[in-house]
């Protein structure tokens, strides 16, 4: 990865520190296993597209407007 370029776990991260939450809680709202959930958050695995899809969905339904770019790092 390029210097400079944002990972998916720091936007991720992010947005579940913004919101106050802890892992357990996003996995559970969002329904992901946790160990899904924090291996996309540490960044040791790329996320499948229908995980994106559930922390797409989560996010926005708390009032965050974010994009896929977005938890892609892109």
Known sequence: MKKGKKRPISNI?????ELSLT???IANG???DIKTYRSVEKGSAQPR???LQAL???FNSRGLSVSMDYLLGL
């Open 30 to 32: 969002s329904g992901l």
């Open 23 to 25: 892992q357990s809680e």
């Open 56 to 58: 797409y969905s989560f």
């Open 13 to 17: 991260k992010k947005l579940r520190l």
């Open 49 to 51: 597209i229908d995980t």
